[in-house]
């Protein structure tokens, strides 16, 4: 079985029984494969006597949605399988633990999160997260600063990059979010009710010039080591409890990138809340939660984030500098900001979209969500190298929201 080829849910079980010391000698297991993600197969496997369960999840060379045509590469679950290691040092607590790692396979084995659900499945329904903010903002301090110049030896850091190269995964990220929603092809997903706005996209000049230089940014700035996928389909959650999972699309690039799509993800949900709330009421108080979560999330962040470089910078010139550390904080905010609203126009428009939305059931509701979601896109994009605050963005928000 060393060579590569999809597991069926038998063969699954056997590599389950072969790990040592995790289920009981001839213990009789099940399994189900559960993945509804779009580039893996993820097996259940589970020993009703004891009650310990794991899941698997195996890279395919291809993209479900698209097929056969669109071919990856299966060193992504490598890099996924480092990352999660990594994380769970520099977070602990905060991913999955990993159990094996096999490589021929293209193979990840790690702790069973069936307790938490998928945190965009539970705002939908929604489930609020009172402690999100605190734990999701740890995670993308620590993992950032501490891959970051700032954070660690910079000749390992340049190893390290190396060590992530992923360009296939980065090449799906510049297309689908820095090129595609911007031009007429057949990667875009377009409803026809919003054709005009997605029209009104591929013209607008403006608009092309900042995502050209937050792209040029995705493309050139290795400043940490990002999770890369962060939104909150990449989450397991309970009220008490934060996971972040499958960053496969690790790579060294821009800090902004992790921290906006997260921010983005929970104003797609904002978006989608005409349908989600059962009243004016509840969508108002609702909308309001996200919104505090958004601006918790960075300024919890923005304090963590400081803290780690004021206690364990290294960079003797960046410590000292007076401003330096004020500036560097602006910046990323800016980029927070550029890159969320990226993400929410290619969710609208492009290849792939979320649940919030596209599962709203009456089409002028979801029609009104989606023109909502670009227009707050669009303006956080015009915003991003102006912005001084994440009051500012939450400003933004309210007012395409009238």
């Not at 409890?241 to 821009?254: Q, R």
């Not at 290619?346 to 009456?362: F, N």
Request: with cysteine; charged share 25%; glycine share 6%.
């Amino acid at each position: 079985m060393s060579s590569y080829h999809p597991l069926t849910e038998q063969e699954a079980i056997e590599i389950a029984q072969s790990i040592d010391g995790f289920f009981p000698a001839g213990a009789s297991l099940s399994c189900k494969e559960i993945g509804d993600g779009n580039l893996n197969l993820v097996f259940h496997i589970t020993d009703s006597v004891s009650g310990k369960s794991l899941i698997m999840k195996q890279a395919l060379p291809y993209a479900k949605v698209v097929g056969e045509s669109w071919p990856l590469t299966l060193d992504r679950a490598r890099i996924e399988s480092e990352k999660l290691i990594l994380e769970g040092k520099l977070a602990p607590g905060l991913v999955p633990v990993v159990y094996k790692y096999d490589k021929e396979l293209a193979l990840t084995v790690m702790e069973d999160l069936s307790d938490h659900v998928i945190m965009r499945h539970g705002l939908i329904g929604g489930t609020r997260y009172p402690l999100f903010a605190d734990h999701i903002s740890t995670f993308m301090a620590r993992t950032l600063f501490f891959t970051s110049d700032l954070g660690m030896n910079q000749q390992e850091k340049k190893l390290q990059v190396k060590t992530f190269i992923n360009p296939e995964l980065c090449k799906i990220t510049e297309d689908l979010i820095f090129d595609d929603p911007y031009t007429v092809t057949p990667n875009n997903n377009i409803s026809p009710a919003i054709a005009d706005a997605a029209d009104a996209l591929t013209r607008d000049g403006e608009l092309h010039f900042e995502v050209a230089l937050l792209r040029d940014k995705f493309l050139t700035n290795a400043q940490a080591l990002l999770h890369g996928d962060l939104h909150t389909g990449s989450v397991f959650a309970t009220p008490e409890s934060t996971k972040v999972i499958d960053p496969e699309f690790a790579f060294y690039g821009p800090m902004g990138f992790d921290v906006g799509a997260v921010i983005a993800n929970l104003l797609l949900n904002y978006a989608g809340q005409e349908h989600w709330s059962a009243d004016d009421l509840a969508r108002s108080d609702f909308r309001q939660y996200l919104l505090n979560t958004i601006v918790d999330t960075w300024k919890q962040f923005e304090e963590k984030f400081r803290a780690l470089w004021n206690e364990h910078g290294i960079d003797r010139l960046a410590n000292s500098a007076p401003g330096y550390q004020d500036f560097y904080m602006r910046r990323l905010l800016q980029d927070t900001i550029g890159f969320a609203g990226c993400k929410i126009v290619r969710r609208i428009v492009g290849l792939s979209h979320v649940a919030d939305i596209d599962r709203i059931p009456d089409d002028a509701k979801r029609e009104r969500a989606q023109r909502l979601a670009l227009e707050i896109g669009t303006r956080l994009i015009k915003l991003n190298r102006n912005a001084a605050s994440i009051e500012q963005l939450i400003e933004e928000v309210k007012a395409a929201s009238k």
